[in-house]
């Protein structure tokens, strides 16, 4: 069933896209305030992954663990994008993306969605 999911963002996740999603009506959770500042990734892939949220990230190393925890079938649920294309597009792009993921029927049919940002 489509819908907002909740999120869990790495500290990589700009403040911008974490006000934007919550003026949304996104509930999110951001790792630094969660964890504290440069926490190891397991430590906040793990913490996402039993609160039962969406982990966002554009971390290329959130990227490879994810890969590890499908080769060993460790069910979670994450949003990545490359960090670079943040820059090249307006917040509400991003923003928009979110809402784009939500209105699908089986976004996460498999663990990892990539955030498509159109220009």
């Given at each position: 069933?489509?819908?907002r999911?909740?999120?869990?963002?790495?500290?990589?996740?700009?403040?911008?896209?974490?006000?934007?999603?919550?003026?949304?009506g996104w509930?999110?959770?951001?790792?630094?305030?969660?964890?504290?500042e440069?926490?190891?990734?397991?430590?906040?892939?793990?913490?996402?992954a039993s609160?039962?949220?969406?982990?966002?990230?554009?971390?290329?190393h959130?990227?490879?663990l994810?890969?590890?925890?499908l080769?060993?079938?460790?069910?979670?649920?994450m949003?990545?994008?490359?960090?670079?294309q943040?820059?090249r597009?307006h917040?509400?792009?991003?923003?928009?993306?979110?809402?784009?993921?939500a209105?699908?029927?089986?976004?996460?049919a498999?663990?990892?969605?990539?955030?498509?940002l159109?220009?």
């Amino acid at each position: 069933m489509p819908g907002r999911f909740p999120l869990f963002t790495d500290e990589n996740i700009d403040g911008p896209i974490i006000r934007g999603l919550r003026q949304r009506g996104w509930d999110v959770l951001h790792a630094t305030r969660e964890l504290g500042e440069e926490t190891k990734d397991e430590p906040l892939f793990r913490l996402a992954a039993s609160l039962g949220r969406v982990f966002v990230s554009t971390d290329r190393h959130m990227l490879q663990l994810a890969k590890k925890w499908l080769e060993v079938n460790r069910p979670f649920r994450m949003i990545w994008w490359e960090q670079s294309q943040t820059h090249r597009v307006h917040l509400s792009v991003v923003l928009d993306a979110f809402e784009d993921l939500a209105a699908q029927d089986d976004v996460f049919a498999y663990p990892v969605a990539y955030l498509k940002l159109r220009k």
